[in-house]
């Protein structure tokens, strides 16, 4: 397993919680869901790429379709 993978969902993480929190100390909670849910989608995209990856190997080794 690539270890930059982590490195960025963790990034992505550390800073959607920065941002969400400074959006919620400026009373704009409407955004801070929307930023909140904007990069849920973005670690999901990595996410599901990477078991697309994964299903692709398991197809390769067992000489499926």
Known sequence: MQIDIIFKIAA?????????????K????DIATIVS?????????????????LFDSIRSIFDLF
Do not use: F, P
């Open 12 to 24: 992505v993480g550390i800073i959607v919680t920065i941002v969400c929190q400074i959006l919620k």
């Open 26 to 29: 400026s009373d704009r909670d």
């Open 37 to 53: 849910l904007a990069g849920l989608i973005i670690v999901l995209t990595v996410v599901l790429d990477m078991i697309a990856g």
